[in-house]
């Protein structure tokens, strides 16, 4: 570099300088000139006062022109100390060398080839801060093709590493605390490309007091190398890995005891590194090369593979670990070849279960347990809920829905009541579906009940081995007009078999619209009825709410109105007010209330567009006092009374009648 214009210059600062950097950035270097820009361009640039950042960049012995540029901007930025040592073969001397000379309170370890977000390192240090943090993760995010590695989306003052996602990235790009690193003795595995950080992370996480998750914010940038020369994607002697990460296991073997917990923690090591290199770099030896890496894996598989981590393993690793611990070496070359090739293909569904389309399913020649190819319980219904609305008295619900991999066969909308289900089925192609629901005929014919539903969608893939087992259109539960297969429950629907998966129905935005508002609607021989719909609270699933007497969720929420006079004691009064789906023969009719009396006024009601409508009345006289205005509508059987609010749209609207002169009352 000729210059300095490749560095962003420290900002201006105030007031007295720190004794002490709160964070101390290690960035282990090698052959990374190219990305350093980038990389310790985001710890310049970071909104954290510069004085309070330490940065310790150790180049491990780069062949490029890594040591030159870090040089360069070690003289444009006091607080950057560059370290050139001899190459040693991985991230962990380096990081260790950092650790060695750091003194910030906190430590931030950053690849050389990723980088930063602006504000990581001031939310980093500000959490720890406030909770007393010993471990503070931040948001990662991937970038160039490099995916992340778990998504934290929820901030938390302390997790659990049992009970969280935190445990599922051991790599060493967080915020420590440097006193709770030197209290246990924590460093990095040295001359290693893959894992030096997996006993590092692990130790760390099982001893931290207190370990934070900042989400808010994207706080590491995880970068793919545009030359795939990231150490995870390198071919490796996978022989000696496994053996090392036998070692690593052992360790954590040595920390928590055998039981649910560990079982937790190796679900994260089989998915990661047990049976991670058993697929493109296996298939790609030979016989022997092949031999070697299953006996180097099968201590592992026997060793830590028990029922509960085999069952929280997906199919195609199941399988894996079945094959490697079984000797099974014919097997598991066909089975990786399925997950590379185009196969496994779509699930068999087989009396009511899902199963992987592996090879050797229930092949007499090749028994291997149906319990490992089965994902029934695995997969969850995608579902989007993207329209809400009511045309006349019938709710239209638009939406899509499917279960991944398997598609859609049926799917029905489900209204839940104090443990009763009614049914209504949706028409349904290309993932997408539409359902009406009239509260009229929506119980086999009948009226809904009055009270509260719960909206949910049901999808089910079937057996096409069977015919699917329920009729079309709206239905009970609990009936059923076709002939009654023998030994069924009289009147109970026959199942379908299929994979059936149900979610409640959230709408996309939680604001509440008009088609949320409380609304008329006809209710069969019943008569017109109160409907609303609304969101529960917190999770905002979608409720059906059918009230007569419309006490939960009243008509007219924007009613309100103004009352004049004139200097001859006449009245003016008028009122607006939303009315979805009031009929056109509904009586509106402008009324007085005091707390014995009511007085019915003369009413003239304009209705304009969007269920708008309008009343006028004027009021020549009557009984002295003060009178709260009301609306009274009446529709069929259903009466309200709604009371109209001042134009501030808070307090009662009242009118004042004065007495007249040389009258009595």
């Known amino acids: 570099m000729s210059d300095n214009s490749d560095h962003p210059a420290t900002g201006a600062h105030t ?22 820009d980038r990389s310790l361009g985001s710890v310049f640039t970071q ?52 650790l060695d000379r750091a003194t910030g309170e906190y430590v931030f370890f950053l690849d050389s080839d990723d980088h930063l977000g602006t504000e990581a390192l001031d939310r980093l240090v500000r959490t720890a801060e406030e909770h007393g943090s010993d471990i503070v993760y931040g948001r990662i995010v991937g970038a160039g093709g490099r995916g992340a590695p778990v998504d934290l989306r ?25 006193s709770f690193i030197e209290e246990h003795r924590l460093r990095f595995v040295e001359g290693r490309l893959l894992g030096e950080d997996l006993p590092f992370g692990i130790a760390a996480l099982l001893r931290a007091g207190t370990v934070s998750v900042h989400a808010d914010y994207d706080c590491y940038y995880l970068h793919g190398r545009e030359d795939d020369s990231n150490a995870s994607r390198q071919d490796l002697d996978w022989p000696e890995y496994l053996g090392y990460i036998g070692t690593v296991l052992d360790g954590l073997a040595a920390e928590v005891p055998p039981g649910p917990d560990r079982d937790k923690l190796l679900v994260r090591h089989f998915h990661g590194e047990i049976l ?17 890496m299953a006996d180097a894996a099968r201590p592992l598989v026997e060793r830590y593979l028990t029922d509960g981590v085999l069952a929280a393993l997906p199919p195609r690793l199941r399988l894996r670990a079945h094959c490697l611990r079984a000797g099974l070496d014919t097997e598991l070359a066909a089975i990786l070849r399925a997950d590379t090739g185009t196969e496994p293909g779509p699930p068999r569904i087989t009396e009511g279960r899902a199963y992987a389309a592996y090879p050797y399913f229930r092949d007499a020649d090749h028994p291997i347990p149906d319990a490992l190819y089965d994902l029934t319980d695995r997969i969850g219904i995608q579902q989007r809920l993207t329209g809400v609305a009511w045309v006349g008295g019938v709710l239209h619900l638009h939406g899509t829905a499917t279960l991944p991999t398997l598609g859609a066969d049926t799917v029905d909308i489900l209204l839940r009541r104090s443990g009763a289900q009614l049914t209504v089925r949706a028409d349904h192609a290309d993932g997408r579906w539409h359902a009406a629901l009239d509260p009229a005929t929506a119980a086999g014919g009948e009226p809904l009940a009055d009270g509260i539903w719960g909206l949910k969608v049901a999808v089910t893939a079937l057996d096409h081995g069977a015919p699917p087992a329920t009729p079309a259109g709206p239905r009970s539960e609990t009936s059923d007009e076709r002939p009654e297969a023998p030994g069924r429950r009289p009147g109970a629907r026959p199942e379908a078999s299929g994979v059936r998966r149900e ?30 719909l609304f969101l529960s609270t917190p999770h905002g699933h979608l409720h059906l709410d059918l009230d007569h007497d419309g006490a939960r969720r009243p008509l007219g929420a924007d009613l309100h109105g103004s009352a004049t006079r004139t200097r001859l004691g006449r009245a003016t009064l008028a009122a607006g007010l939303t009315l979805p789906g009031c009929p056109a023969d509904a009586d509106l009719q402008l009324i007085l209330r005091d707390a014995t009396r009511t007085v019915a006024l003369r009413t003239t009601v304009e209705r304009a567009a969007g269920d708008r409508y309008r009343a006028h009345s004027r009021f020549r006289g009557g009984p002295p006092g003060t009178w709260r205005v009301a609306l009274r509508l009446t529709v069929g059987a259903l009466r309200r009374e709604l009371p109209v609010r001042a134009p501030d749209g808070r307090t009662p609207l009242t009118l004042t009648v004065p007495r007249r002169p040389g009258r009595r009352g």
């Open 276 to 292: 991670m290199p058993f697929a493109a770099a296996y298939l790609a030896r030979d016989e022997t090369g092949r031999r070697a």
């Open 47 to 98: 909104t954290l006062d510069q004085r309070r950042i330490e940065i310790i960049a150790v180049d491990d012995g780069s062949t490029d022109d890594s040591a030159a540029w870090l040089e360069e901007a070690a003289r444009a930025h006091p607080n950057l100390t560059v370290v050139r040592q001899p190459a040693s073969g991985g991230a962990g001397r380096p990081r260790n060398v950092g």
């Open 15 to 36: 007031g007295p300088a720190p004794t002490a950097p709160a964070v101390t950035v290690i960035v282990p270097v090698h052959n990374t000139r190219r990305y350093l």
């Open 154 to 178: 929820t901030s938390s003052a302390r997790v659990s590493v049992f009970d969280s996602p935190v445990y599922w990235t051991l790599a060493a790009y967080k915020l420590f605390r440097r």
């Open 503 to 532: 979610a409640w129905l959230c709408p996309e935005t939680g604001e509440e619209g008009t088609d949320l508002a409380p609304r008329i609607i006809s209710h069969g021989p019943e008569g017109p009825t109160v409907a609303a």
